[in-house]
C-alpha cells in the first residue's frame, strides 16, 4: 500500500481565519504612522477619507477573492488563481512580487518591538554597540530583543497551525479591546478637541522644517486636499495587505468556503477603524502635534503621548498593549501567509523542492518557516528608518497580487458563466484600482507629491526583479514540469 503523504491539515475555524486577517491588516504601522506619515501627509480629514475610500476599494477586490477561492481551494492564493487563468509565467510574476508582500511585512513590525520598550520603559535596551542606517542609530539590544521574538513565534508557527491560530486569536481579540478603549476614552475625554486637529489636510512638513518650526502658513500642502488623500490612498494596499492572507490558508479551512466574503468584509473594516481612531486621537488630544513632528529627530510616537495625556500611565500602558498585540500577530500571521506560498510555489517547481515539504508531526511547511525566520531576521538589523522602503515593497506587491486576482475573475466569469454581471463589474474595477495603485506608487505625478516611490524603494524593486529572474531561469525546467501531484478541487459548501 502506498503510503500518505503529509499535508496541510484542516484546523481553522472562521474565528482563527478572521484573527489571521485583521491580525495582518493591523500592524505597527496604525500605531507609529500618524505621526510619520499619516497627520503630516493627510492630516486627520485627509487620512480618515482615504481610509473609508481604501476600505471600500479592498472590499469590492474581496469579492474577487471569494469568487476564487472555491475554485482553487489551496494554498496559494493568487498564485494559484493566475497560474490557472494566465500560465505559469504570470503565475511566478504574481508569486514572486506576493512574497515581497507578505515576507517585508514580518521584519516591519519586528523593528517595531524597540520603540514599544523605548516608550514604555525607556532606553533600556539601548547597550551593547550601535550604528545609523539612514539617520537611525540601531543598538544590539534592541536587535537581540527582535531576533529572540522573531525566532519564537517563528518556532510557534511550525509547531502546529492550531497552536498558532489560537495565540493570533488572543492577540487579536486584546488589540481591539485596547483600541476601542482607548476609542471611548477620546469621545468622553475633554482634554481630546476638534480645535486640536488642525490642520485637517495635513501640512508641508519639508517647508516647515527649512522654516525653522510649524505654522498656520503651512496648514495646507502646497498641492492641496487632492494630493492629502492620494498620498495615504496610494498606501492602501499596504494598510490593507492581510485580508488577502486567507486564500493562503484555504487548505486549512474546515468550515464553508461560503463564509470567507463576510470573514475579508469584517476584517477590513475593523482594519479602517483602528486606523481612522490612532490617527484621530493622535491629532485631538495634542494641540501642538505639527511642532511634535517637525521638531522630532526620528520618528515621533503621537499616539502614545496621545495616550498618556487621556489616561496618564494607564494610556501608555493601554497603547503598550495594542501595539504589542498588532507587531506579534503581523509577525504570526504573516508567517503564515508566507510559508503557505512558498510552499504552493515549491510544489509547482517555481521555487526549490525543500521548501514544499510537510512536517510530518506538525503538518506545517517547516523549511519554508525558516526560510521566513532567517530573511525577517533582517530587519532588527537594518533598523526602523528602512521601514518606509519595506511599506513600498509590500505595497507595490500586494497590489500586482489584487491585479491578478480580479484578472483572473474575470476569466474564470466569462468562462464558466455562473458569477452574474455585479460580480463582473466589481472584477474590473478591481483590476482597473489595481492599476491605478501601481501607477501612483510607481509613476511620479506632477502636482502630487509624497506619494510615489523614494529612491531607495525603487532600488530594492529593482533589486527583487533581478533576484526573480535570477530564481526564474534556475527553476524554470522544473517549472515547466508542473505539480504531479495535485489534488482535485474541494467543493464548494466545505472544506473538509
Known sequence: MEQKKPALRKQLSPLSVWALAFGCVIGWGSFINPGKKFLPNSGVAGTAIAMVLGALTMIIIAFSYAYMVPKHPKAGGEFTFTKACFGKQAAFVCGWFLVAAYLTNVPMNSTAIGLIVDGIFGSVLKWGFHYSIAGFEVWLGEIVVASAILLLFGILNIFGVKKAAFVQTVLTVLLIVSVLTLFITGLVSSRATLDNMSPVWGFDKQAAIQAGGYSSEHAVRDSGIASSILATFAIAPWAFVGFDTI???????????????????????????????????????????????VDAEGTPWLLLAAAERLLGVSGKILVGVAVSCAVLSGIMGFYLASSRLMYSMSKDGYLPKMFGKIDEKYGTPKNAIIFCIIISLSGPVLGREALGWFVDMSAIGASIGFLFTSLSTCVTLKREKDGGKFLMVFAVLGAIFSIAFIILQLVPIPGLSGVHFCWQSYLMLGIWVALGIVFYIKQRKNIALGNLDEAPAQTEETAE
Not at 269 to 274: E, M, T
Not at 279 to 292: G, R, S
Open 247 to 293: 486564500p493562503q490558508a484555504a487548505e486549512e479551512f474546515k468550515f464553508s468556503y461560503k463564509k470567507i466574503i463576510f470573514i475579508m468584509i469584517i476584517a477590513i473594516a475593523f482594519g479602517c477603524f483602528v486606523y481612522i481612531t490612532n490617527n484621530t486621537i493622535a491629532a485631538a488630544a495634542l494641540e501642538n502635534w505639527p511642532d511634535l513632528i
